[in-house]
């Protein structure tokens, strides 16, 4: 199975200040056929289900603000919230569909500082 | 409006067995790959078991297999998981979820959940 860690496990930041938080894999989730990293991340607002917000490690979802972007490839990736809102206090997962079985980082909780 | 929407949760006793169901709109089912995720109390996201859009093969995670079935009646365009031997730590919220494709997808939509415990 493949192994997805996150981190930090929790993370305050002020408002309008950047957050970061890391994903790494235990193999490379980079299919070399098509050039896609098979790596999504996921945002759950409490009491809510998870939104998807980032797909193929870099795609913004329909609808999601623009300061939400994804980067990295291979087994390294990393979300970043340019200018935090409020609205962003959430837990963030990050989840491959490289292959089976599907596997979930552990979360990252999103505070305000 | 692309809509998913489970239920069949419920207190279970240890060994006993639930049915989920999740009923799905706006899109045809048969074309995209669907899964269940759980998630326990206060814990992180787990993959349960997933199927395929345009084949019947099936997936399970470890922790399930051999006694949680995934299916899916196109015709009445929902998404069931037979759980059967149910132990304390299936305790859980179960979420269908569907694939931005047929299977080597995302989970683009996500339903609100139902809570499944066992306990006696």
């Known amino acids: 199975d493949i192994v997805m860690t996150q981190s930090p496990d929790s993370l305050a930041v002020s408002l309008g200040e950047r957050a970061t938080i890391n994903c790494k894999s235990s193999q490379s989730v980079l299919y070399s056929s098509n050039n896609r990293d098979y790596l999504a991340w996921y945002q759950q607002k409490s009491g809510q289900p998870p939104k998807l917000i980032i797909y193929w490690a870099s795609t913004r979802d329909s609808g999601v603000p623009d300061r939400f972007s994804g980067s990295g490839s291979g087994t390294d990736f990393t979300l970043t919230i340019s200018s935090l809102q409020a609205e962003d206090v959430a837990v963030y997962y990050c989840?491959?569909?490289?292959?089976?079985?599907?596997?979930f980082g552990q979360g990252t909780k999103l505070e305000i500082k | 409006e692309v809509q998913l929407l489970e239920s069949g949760g419920g207190l279970v006793q240890p060994g006993g067995s639930l049915r989920l169901s999740c009923a799905t709109s706006g899109f045809t089912l048969k074309n995209y790959g669907m899964s269940w995720v759980r998630q326990a109390p206060g814990k992180g996201l787990e993959w349960v078991a997933g199927?395929?859009?345009?084949?019947?093969?099936?997936y399970y995670a470890d922790s399930v297999k051999g006694r949680f079935t995934i299916s899916r009646d196109n015709s009445k365009n929902t998404l069931d998981l037979q759980m059967n031997s149910l132990r304390a730590d299936d305790t859980a919220i179960y979420y269908c979820?569907?694939?931005?494709?047929?299977?080597?997808?995302?989970?683009?939509?996500w339903g609100q959940g139902t809570l499944v415990t066992v306990s006696s």
């Open positions: 989840q491959q569909y490289y292959n089976n079985p599907r596997t």
């Open positions: 199927l395929r859009g345009s084949d019947p093969t099936t």
């Open positions: 979820a569907k694939a931005g494709a047929e299977w080597e997808h995302y989970f683009d939509l």
